[in-house]
């Protein structure tokens, strides 16, 4: 799911009553723009991120939330001729939710994804997302990422 903050619950609502028994992946960052300010600002939320939100909101479901592509630009994720030179960085509370999310993730080609942790971890990843925008904007690009260094992931 990659929806503005603002269409976040209506759009929860929407999809409530098909996500027992499924994985959601969130996408969702919480950006100034949902309140009138730019891009390259972070909105605190009470739940800690966009994610948690989601999960809290659908907590009467059976449902995993796993977030995800949070800090790939979807210039990128638009780009079907190149491969992404990005990391995917997820994080969610059930193990076999996010292996199954990364084995999706991993087939697009380039992106490596890269277990941050529980659910919890997001609110930390969602704040790398407005810095990114921002430092696209100043070298006037639409592709600049994050790669994870030094890691022995395998």
């Known amino acids: 799911m990659t929806v ?6 209506e759009t929860l609502k929407t999809v409530a009553d098909y996500v027992d ?6 996408a969702t960052v919480p950006l ?3 309140i009138g300010g ?3 600002r972070y909105v605190d939320l009470w739940q800690g991120s966009v994610a948690g939100r989601t999960a809290e909101i659908l907590a009467k479901k059976d449902v995993k939330v796993i977030s995800g592509f949070n800090n790939i630009s979807n210039s990128h994720l638009m780009n079907f001729n190149e491969e992404i030179d990005c990391d995917c960085l997820i994080s969610g509370d059930d193990l076999e939710s996010k292996k199954i999310a990364m084995k ?6 380039g992106i490596k994804c890269i277990d941050c942790g529980p659910l919890e971890k997001v609110r930390i ?3 790398i997302t407005p ?3 921002g430092l696209n904007i100043k070298y006037k690009s639409h592709y600049g990422g994050l790669k994870i260094t030094e890691l022995n992931i395998d």
């Open 125 to 127: 990843v969602e704040k």
């Open 104 to 109: 999706l993730i991993d087939k697009i080609p």
């Open 32 to 34: 100034d723009t949902v």
């Open 4 to 9: 503005p903050l603002a269409a976040q619950m």
């Open 38 to 40: 730019g891009p390259a």
């Open 131 to 133: 810095l990114l925008i």
């Open 21 to 26: 028994g499924k994985i959601l992946i969130d």
